[in-house]
């Protein structure tokens, strides 16, 4: 595969990027007589499993048919990360007078830049997944190329047969092609392909209001494109609490971004230059032209050409490849691990899984990946992150709950630095103080929420959070003030009246 359809533009820093993670003059190793673990896929879940195993002392072999590092390095976090932060810097340049700081209202952005930034930084990450260190370092075989398999213990990858005793299937997902007439002929860019711009779209359609397109939707906007979100629901970012999305919704109406609701693509066009999306809108029938349209919504699991078949592995083409709790496909010889086959489709827990299969697979273990903590992160800003379980989720469950909100505006570090809109919020097992989910919105939630996911996942109730001394004056501190408002709740009557009583006879 010649470097122009794995990723653009040509420049240096890509062409480092390449040279690390799919050097273009790789040959492929001799397979050895039979692998501990043949991995097939090298994205976080594939490369957390590749190399735990072989540095466990296992003979691991491992297959990609694109670039190591997966979407997270390449096409996914990484890219987006970058360009996110970009974009943070060109909202706080045009917010710095409020701060006594006179830049002028006039912000002017580089976007050539901006991609270049990214593109630098993200060849210097790309070390870390090279094909070099997999292989010379940590002693893996690796091969390039489609892997498939030819039977229950048999992978075939360029010609060459791989025989295992387990193997682990790590393909991840792609973005799915959207069922919208025309879309093809129109054109679109995916996250597959957004970061190979050079040049800023003037304007901006994007599809679909879940956490990639309402961070890309709000970058795009800050680095100066007119971008449109269209979303088919009454609110965006679905799945969290209504009054952490409503702080988005509002953060992007800000930030200038058109946002429709309740939008049911119909059809698209191409008119000359123009990119056309039709759509109804509560019954009326609408038009928006751009010049790029983006879609931010359905993935699709890669199970195709794996001849899965052949090694008895079941799947379904929407769901991705079938696995018990302990990530064992119907082969049981046969893992699967990362976006292929788990709903919550994130790097963390991509690498969570992996260790599980090396556990699991090499040294019988019967690790679950339904004892995981799973939080997660929206990089919009402000961010919104979360952990376990939600309210209605928990009463549904039949848990009696108590849920208690701090507003960011009791922390002073919070006002100090201007970005009070948020909150923190945990969800408790009434008269227990065990932590079953909590939702943190903040300009750096996702550094916040990770206190709560280590008392959850050590079994910690909020009161040990609350003896916890958080350093003054930090944004944290309203997760310490959550632990202090629940002790309140702790003070009955009874309690407050026995205290009363003591200090009365004290003062006697
Ligand atoms: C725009 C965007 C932003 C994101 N941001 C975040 C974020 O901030 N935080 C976060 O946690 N997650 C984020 N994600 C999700 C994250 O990227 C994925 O969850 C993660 O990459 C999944 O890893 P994986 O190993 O399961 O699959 P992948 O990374 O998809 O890797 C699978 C690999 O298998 C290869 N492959 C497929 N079929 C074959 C075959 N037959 N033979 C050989 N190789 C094959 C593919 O080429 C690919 O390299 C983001 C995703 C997107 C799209």
Known sequence: MGQESLILPRDESN???????????WKNPEPASRYNLVVLGAGTAGLVA???????????????????????????????????????????????????VNGGPEVSIDFGKVM????????????????????NELGVD????????????????????????????????????????????????????????????????????????????????????RVTLLHAHGHILPREDADAAEIIQQSLLRDGIKLLLNAKILRAARRG??????????????????DEI??????????????????????????????????????????????????????????AMARIVIANALFMARQKTSRLVIPWCTYTDPEVAHVGMYEKEAREKGIDVLTLTIPLTEADRALLDGETEGFARVHLKKGSGRILGATVVARHAGEMISELSLAMTAGLGLSAVGRTIHPYPT???????????????RLTPFIKKMFTAWLKWQRR
Not at 117 to 134: K, L, N, P, Q, T
Not at 273 to 290: C, F, T, V
Not at 342 to 349: D, L, V
Request: charged share 30%.
């Open 15 to 25: 062409e480092r990027l390449v040279r690390n993670v799919h050097p273009p003059d």
């Open 50 to 100: 590749a190399a735990g195993a072989a540095g466990l002392g296992a003979k691991v072999a491992l297959i990609e048919r694109k670039l190591l590092g997966g979407d997270c390095l390449n096409v996914g976090c990484v890219p987006s990360k970058g360009i996110i932060r970009s974009g943070r810097a060109a909202y706080d340049v045009k917010k710095a007078a409020e701060f006594g």
């Open 116 to 135: 270049e930034r990214m593109r630098r930084i993200r060849a210097g990450i790309s070390r870390h997944d090279s094909v070099e260190r997999f292989s």
């Open 142 to 225: 690796v091969f390039l190329g489609d892997g498939r398999f030819t039977g229950r213990d048999a992978v075939e990858v360029g010609g060459k047969l791989l025989r295992f005793r387990k193997a682990a299937i790590c393909t991840g997902a792609r973005p799915a092609a959207p069922a919208i007439p025309g879309i093809e002929e129109a054109g679109y860019l995916t996250n597959e392909n957004v970061f190979w711009l050079t040049e800023l779209p003037k304007r901006m359609i994007v599809l679909g209001g879940g956490p990639i397109g309402c961070e890309l939707s709000q970058t795009f906007a800050r680095l100066g494109s």
């Open 273 to 290: 230059p123009e990119k056309i999306i039709i759509m109804d809108r509560n019954g009326k029938k609408e038009e928006m032209a751009a």
């Open 294 to 351: 983006l879609i931010g919504i359905g993935r699709a699991p890669n199970v195709e050409g794996l001849d899965l078949e052949a090694a008895g592995v079941e799947y379904d083409k929407r769901e991705g490849i079938k696995v018990n709790e302990r990530l064992q496909t119907s082969n049981p010889d046969v893992y699967a691990a990362g976006d292929i086959c788990f709903p919550y489709k994130f790097t963390h827990t991509a690498d």
């Open 475 to 489: 944004q944290a501190e309203v997760i310490k003030k959550l632990a202090e408002a629940y002790n309140r709740t």
